[in-house]
């Protein structure tokens, strides 16, 4: 089994400071809350930045800021979102790839996303598959149900993807997959062997999806984006906070927590 790579979500696009007043915004709050995510155990950061009135950006020049203060403190791996905020176009969520972080998301698939629909159209799919390809960044396959891996599979026989790829289930998003341990065993029993994952449960399914993800071999993703909470009604003090408890239930389940280059061999970034 591969050591634990913890994937921090810090910022997303929905949560704002009226959810949780310990939210970063600026990119030098987000470079801070970085460090201190990766002094605690986490080896990658998947990045949403915002404007200072906490508005969800996809602009290059934030992004590039916001980057450059986080390798300035670490050598976290870097995963932009190419999500952004719904309703956004292809041509506003691409923005952060035309700068070559190590990696970003490429979400396969449309899906219902609480009141909205998080639009990714055959187009979309091969666009941004195309643009990380030209550009050298490796993706994240986002998952939101399952037909989305037969998606992704299908740019790799369009020769748009390469395997063995990296995925990552987000779980719990109402009108995506729920967030069950039978619809976890599901997905990561219907990927390709050799290929890795990731899960991101939401909301209260953070921890029990994360648990699971260690004694299975995968690897696990917590942060604000996805859960503001530390316990029930109890909001997280930090993203860090997150981080440590998913690093004490490693720790308990003998599972070995990957650095940052550890992680880049893992994932085949190096």
């Keep these: 089994m591969d050591k634990l790579i913890i994937t921090v979500a810090m910022i997303g696009a929905e949560v704002t400071r009226e959810h949780n ?6 990119p030098g709050e987000i470079a801070d809350a970085a460090y201190v995510c990766y002094k605690a155990g986490a080896s990658m950061v998947h ?3 915002r404007e200072d009135d906490q508005t969800p950006t996809q602009s290059g020049d934030r992004f590039r800021e916001t980057i450059e203060k986080i390798k300035a403190k670490c050598n976290i791996i870097i995963q932009v979102s190419t999500g952004g905020a719904v309703g956004m176009t292809a041509e506003e969520r691409l923005q952060p790839v035309y700068l070559k972080p190590e990696m970003a998301t ?3 698939g ?3 996303f609480g009141d909205d629909v998080f639009l990714n159209p055959p187009s979309y799919l091969e666009e941004f598959a195309r643009v990380m390809k030209e550009n050298g960044v490796r993706p994240e396959i986002e998952v939101f149900d399952v037909g989305m891996i037969n998606n992704a599979l299908q740019l790799v026989k369009n020769g748009l993807l390469e395997e063995p790829l990296h995925y990552d289930f987000v779980m719990g998003v109402p009108g995506g997959i729920p967030g069950t341990l039978k619809n976890l065993l599901h997905l990561a029993e219907s990927i390709p062997a050799g290929s890795t994952w990731t899960v991101a449960g939401m909301g209260r399914f953070e921890l029990p999806l994360g648990t699971a993800a260690i004694i299975m071999g995968g690897h696990v993703r917590v942060g ?3 859960n503001i909470y530390y316990d029930k009604g109890v909001l ?3 993203n860090a906070q997150l981080v440590e408890r998913i690093v004490r239930v490693a720790e308990i389940h003998s599972r070995p927590v990957a650095n940052p280059d550890e992680a880049r061999k893992i994932l085949r970034l190096t």
């Design 106 to 108: 490429l979400s396969t």
């Design 224 to 226: 604000f984006e996805d």
């Design 236 to 238: 997280a003090q930090s």
């Design 47 to 49: 990045l949403h930045v």
């Design 110 to 112: 449309s899906v219902n």
């Design 21 to 26: 007043p310990n939210l970063p915004v600026t």
